[in-house]
Every structure is written in structure tokens, then in C-alpha cells.
């Protein structure tokens, strides 16, 4: 069965509005869900909803509207709050309504009021809609005594509905203080984790799975809401916490790792040092003060520079290896002999060329790897060619993850990302975006963003901000975008996204 967490399905309503989709049309589908399942259980009578000041509210109040337009039903509404305290404007438009469609409504300040209130004991069937997926933390009043008269209710034989999932129950399976104890649980679009624990069973109830209209591009694509999930900067943050990167590349070409490194500061990292060959590391320190140069023994990464390597692999937290290192026998020897050192890395470009069936399974379990191959990089990765057509193009990049135990971010139109079990899609960017160096940066993305992110997250945002950085840069250069012209647009994505 597919079950999703609280955070991924918030994300995916984020992405329903950023695909055009209103929450208003998701809140009037789930509340006319909610009034169904109500009149499957009862053909008539007093139908009281309790409901709190979040969109789990919101739901319920277009769940009495309906339920009001029908014959037979006297529906009441207890808010647990007043009506300027509802937390988003999708609900408070929906509790404005109810005072046109001969719902009852009750604004609650303290709990004495719930107690005094008859409507609890007078109800027929109870609708719990005060916290769904929303709680956090210790459960205050008044929501502990509606939680409490809700269950009285419950034990004297009525039924009662729990909108998403029984409110005080953790979403994600986690340790809970009390909860409703619901006859059946309606929950929305996909079964949430936490409705499946030994624990939650003796709470939910029969669990329904419906579906209410959500888009599926907004779960299949990479959206704002992914980026919604990446850990956000704490104000009591100190140098280094946001991120600590080496940039291993350099030698034939020395554009690359120095994109790559300033692509890692503008995502956000706090420190980036590019390890580059002596011939080259002028070249990237002239690319910006920011950077932190350490010059390798030669012209060419090599096995010699072994002596310095695994200290400074030791000192930060992800190792972005490949951008500009060239295929040359040493170089890919080196590659090979540095990897057990890493702890977090992502290879990109040349240092794909020396990965092999067998150094994966010596890596497996002590080295989390994201490799960010274009199409023939993959080809070669595998030994076959890639396949043009998208629905097997997804399935080998899926299988190639699985096998090999990685994250693949595959490039191209359609990026594809997947760790084997999970597979998302991103289509940002633009044909612009063939120019050289925008592989360069999406590698140092992605770094920064593992650096303090699951891997697959870090991949699936970090291919979303680099297109759409992409994007921005295109609008104003055209085919004659060039890759630090994306650069540029990194932390304008990023503030748009609110996550830096």
C-alpha cells in the first residue's frame, strides 16, 4: 500500500497551486468528501463538527455547507477560536460562508464553554476537524477538552468522523500525548504513515482513502512544495552549520570546478573550498574571493595527492568530484582510491568515468553517492545505451539506483531522479541551458543541499533550482545564456522558495 508522510503531501498541495490548481478547489473537494461519508452513516439528524482555526477547519466548514443543503440534516459547527484567529484565507472564506447556509456556529474562547455547550450531547454524529496532519507539540486547551468531549460522545455509541486523521494523532507514526478515537478516518489522496502503526489502529477506525483532484504532475514533478521540505537556515546558525564543501576538479579545464564551487556558496553553503590542480588554481581563485583554493601536486589529479586529500575530505561535510578533472589513467586511479574516504558525495562529469560494479559494492553503506550523468555519461555508467523513449528511460534510471544503491539525476529535457524506490521528475529549464557549465553548477547545488538534506531531496530540489535559475537567466539572454548568467538567478530561486 502507498502511504506518504505529512511533509511530502503538503508539498504536493504546494505544487497543486504552483501548477495552476486553487486550494480552494482541493478544500471544496475534500470538504464534499467529508459530507458524504456523513450521510453514509447517517440518513438524517444533528451532524456537530468541531473544528479548528487550520485548513483541517476548513474542510469541515464546506463539509457543513453541503451537509446544510441537504434535507434532513441540522449541522452545527463549534470553531475552537474565533473567527479572526482562522489561520489561512482558504478556511476563513469557507467559515464566512456558513453564515449564509443555515449553519449554526459557535466561536469558542476557553474551555468552560465547550463544557457548558449542549451541542456535544445533543449531536447525532461528531466530525473531528481540529488538527488532522497539523499537530505539533503538546495539545492545549481548549483542543484537549474538545478532544476529550468528542471521545464521551464516541463511548456513549455515536459515531464520529475524523477528517484526514484523528486529530492528536502523529501523521508520521510518532509518539502521541491523546487523540480521538474515531469510528471511521476519512483521509485525503494518499494513506499518511502514521494511520498505519499498531498504535493508530486502535484510534482511526476503518481508514477511507479518497481522492480529492490533486493534479499528478504536482506529485510526479518537483515543484516549490519539495523545496518547502529542505532544512531552513536557524537564526542561531553559526559558521559552517549550513554547509561545509570540497570541490574536487580542475586540471584540463578550469571553469568548471570554480562554477561548480560558486554554484555551492550562492545555494547557500557556508564554506567551499576547491581542491584543483598547481597548473589551475590561480585560474579559480581569480573566479572570486569567496572561494577557498588548495593547490593538488600537479598539473592533473593523481594518486600523489592522496597525502592531502583525505584530511580535507575529513573537514567538510560533502565532496562534489569531476567538473574539468579530465579522463587521463591517473586521474580516474585517484578518483577511485579517494571515494572510500567520502562520507557524502556527488559525482559529476569525468569522475564518472571511474566508477565500476565493483567499487560500488566497496562503497555500499559507507558512502551515500548522487551521480548527475547526462545521457551518454549514463550510457557509459551502465554499459547500453539510454533509451530515448521517457517511460524506459525512467525505468532504467530506477533500476540502475537500485542496483548500484545511489541517487542517479539523470539530465535532460526531463531530468529523472531516483534513489529505486522513489522517482521524480523536473522539467525547469530551457534548450539555452546546452551550453557549457550549467552541469557544473547543478553539481555544486546539489552539494550544498546535501550537505545538510536527505540525498534524494537535495537531487530532486537541486535539479528544480538550477532549471529554474535557467529559466530566469533565459528570459533576459536567450540562447546567448551563459552559465554564470544562472549563477546569478541561484538565490533569487532560493528567496522565491523561501528557504534561504
Request: aromatic content about 4%.
Amino acid at each position: 500500500m502507498r502511504y506518504i508522510s505529512s511533509s511530502r503531501m503538503k508539498a504536493i498541495d504546494t505544487n497543486c497551486a504552483y501548477l495552476g490548481m486553487s486550494p480552494l478547489q482541493l478544500m471544496e473537494n475534500a470538504g464534499a468528501a467529508i459530507a458524504q461519508s456523513v450521510k453514509e452513516r447517517l440518513g438524517s439528524g444533528k451532524v456537530l463538527f468541531v473544528a479548528g482555526r487550520g485548513n483541517n477547519g476548513g474542510d469541515a466548514f464546506v463539509a457543513a455547507r453541503h451537509l446544510a443543503g441537504t434535507p434532513g440534516y441540522i449541522v452545527r459547527v463549534i470553531l475552537l477560536g474565533k473567527d479572526r484567529d482562522i489561520g489561512t484565507e482558504e478556511a476563513l472564506h469557507n467559515f464566512s460562508l456558513l453564515r449564509f447556509s443555515r449553519v449554526q456556529t459557535l466561536e469558542i474562547r476557553d474551555s468552560s464553554q465547550l463544557t457548558a455547550s449542549e451541542w456535544f450531547s445533543e449531536a447525532d454524529l461528531l466530525v473531528d476537524a481540529i488538527f488532522g496532519t497539523g499537530v505539533k507539540g503538546k495539545i492545549r486547551e481548549p483542543e484537549s477538552t474538545a478532544i476529550d468531549l468528542i471521545n464521551k460522545e464516541g463511548k456513549a455509541g455515536k459515531t464520529v468522523i475524523a477528517v484526514d486523521i484523528p486529530s492528536g494523532l502523529d501523521p508520521d507514526g510518532g509518539e502521541f500525548e491523546k487523540t480521538v478515537d474515531a469510528d471511521l478516518t476519512v483521509t485525503f489522496h494518499r494513506m499518511k504513515a502514521g494511520l498505519l502503526t499498531e498504535q493508530a489502529k486502535e484510534h482511526t477506525g476503518t481508514v477511507k482513502v479518497t481522492e480529492i483532484g490533486v493534479c499528478a504532475d504536482a506529485e510526479h514533478y518537483v515543484g516549490p512544495g519539495d523545496l518547502q521540505m529542505l532544512q531552513k537556515r536557524k537564526p542561531e546558525a553559526h559558521k559552517g552549520k549550513a554547509g561545509r564543501i570540497l570541490v574536487i576538479g580542475g586540471g584540463p579545464y578550469s571553469g568548471a570546478p570554480a562554477l561548480a564551487a560558486l554554484a555551492a556558496l550562492k545555494a547557500g553553503a557556508d564554506l567551499v573550498t576547491a581542491a584543483v590542480p598547481e597548473s589551475v588554481s590561480r585560474i579559480v581563485a581569480s573566479y572570486s574571493p569567496d572561494l577557498i583554493v588548495r593547490k593538488l601536486s600537479s598539473n592533473i589529479l593523481c594518486p600523489e595527492d592522496l597525502s592531502i586529500l583525505p584530511d580535507l575530505i575529513n573537514s567538510h561535510d560533502v565532496v562534489v568530484m569531476g567538473m574539468g578533472l579530465g579522463r587521463a589513467t591517473e586521474t580516474l586511479e585517484a578518483v577511485r582510491k579517494v571515494l572510500p574516504f567520502c562520507r557524502k558525495v556527488v559525482l559529476d562529469a569525468d569522475a564518472l568515468s571511474a566508477l565500476s560494479g565493483t567499487l560500488f559494492e566497496t562503497l555500499a553503506g559507507n558512502c551515500e553517492i548522487i551521480v548527475t550523468p547526462h545521457a551518454g555519461e549514463f550510457a557509459r555508467l551502465r554499459n547500453m545505451e539510454t533509451p530515448e523513449i521517457h517511460e524506459a528511460r525512467e525505468k532504467a534510471v530506477r533500476e540502475f539506483s537500485e542496483e548500484k544503491g545511489v541517487i542517479t539525476l539523470l539530465k535532460g529535457k526531463i531530468d529523472i531522479i531516483s534513489d529505486g524506490k522513489q522517482t521524480l521528475l523536473n522539467r525547469t529549464g530551457n534548450p539555452g541551458m546546452t551550453v557549457g557549465g550549467t552541469g557544473d553548477v547543478l553539481a555544486g547545488i546539489t552539494g550544498s543541499l546535501f550537505s545538510r538534506n536527505p540525498a534524494f531531496l537535495a537531487a530532486v530540489c537541486a535539479a528544480f533550482i538550477n532549471g529554474a535559475a535557467g529559466d530566469l537567466a533565459f528570459e533576459k539572454a536567450g540562447n546567448a545564456l551563459l552559465a554564470t548568467d544562472v549563477l546569478e538567478k541561484i538565490p533569487e530561486i532560493i528567496k522565491e522558495a523561501g528557504i534561504g
